[in-house]
């Protein structure tokens, strides 16, 4: 089965620093790739996506690459704020073969420091 | 944007009893529910896959008798923990999709924090 590797699992920046967060995945069928953000006590909140056919996705601060041929994935931070402080993971789901199963990368503890 | 409910967020109940955990999609028909177990400071591991009218699919190593999935609609799944247990005790979180073309996502419910005491 997939198997999704992340790191840092903490990373420590200053407000306005940029943030980045590496994943790898092992199966080179997966096809969908979404970050998410989960803040103590609630659910995985999507954060930004991206499919195997695109390199590269960008909203405002936040921004994913994808290297398919290396099958590794990264989140981008810019601009990093307080409330950016949370648990991010990623994720990697495959085709129909898989039963569409999203597999989480272990999480990196991001903190932001005024 | 889709937006899946999850209730309750907390329960706590007594070992022995049993807790069901409910799950609706509120604006989209989710053709497959996932359920998820968090242990404080893990990432999410899957429980089990529920499409829509049929029988659940579980992950090896999680007891189908102990954690009962319906998937009773399009919109709505059911996790009942049978007989609980303190070291039932996590995060339990459901995740909706609507697995059809190319452009399918997940949602996620706000969790549901299990106590057995």
């Known amino acids: 089965g997939e198997n999704v590797e992340q790191h840092p699992s903490t990373l420590s920046v200053q407000e306005g620093d940029s943030a980045v967060i590496k994943c790898t995945y092992s199966?080179?069928?997966?096809?969908?790739f979404p970050w998410y953000k989960q803040e103590l006590g609630k659910g995985p909140q999507l954060i930004i996506d991206i499919r195997s056919n695109v390199g590269e996705k960008k909203d405002q601060r936040i921004a994913v690459t994808l290297n398919k041929t290396a099958k590794h994935f990264s989140l981008h931070i810019t601009e990093t704020q307080p409330e950016d402080s949370a648990v991010y993971f990623c994720?990697?789901?495959?085709?129909?073969?898989?039963?569409?199963?999203?597999?989480f990368g272990k999480g990196t503890l991001l903190t932001v420091n005024p | 944007g889709a937006v899946v409910s999850q209730h309750p967020s907390r329960v706590i109940c007594k070992s022995g009893t049993s807790v069901k955990i409910e799950c609706r999609s509120l604006?989209?028909?989710?053709?497959?529910m996932f359920w998820y177990r968090q242990f404080p400071k893990q990432s999410l591991m899957l429980m089990a896959t529920?499409?829509?009218?049929?029988?659940?699919?579980?992950e090896q190593g999680v007891e189908k008798d102990k954690f009962l999935i319906n998937h009773a609609s399009l919109t709505l799944s059911t996790l009942t923990v049978t007989s609980a247990h303190p070291e039932d005790s996590s995060f339990y979180i459901c995740?909706?999709?609507?697995?059809?073309?190319?452009?399918?996502?997940?949602?996620f419910g706000s969790g549901t924090r299990l106590t057995v005491v």
């Open positions: 604006d989209f028909q989710a053709t497959t």
């Open positions: 995740s909706a999709s609507r697995l059809t073309g190319t452009n399918y996502g997940y949602t």
């Open positions: 994720a990697a789901s495959g085709p129909r073969g898989s039963n569409y199963k999203l597999t």
């Open positions: 199966d080179s069928a997966s096809n969908y």
């Open positions: 529920s499409n829509e009218g049929s029988k659940a699919t579980y």
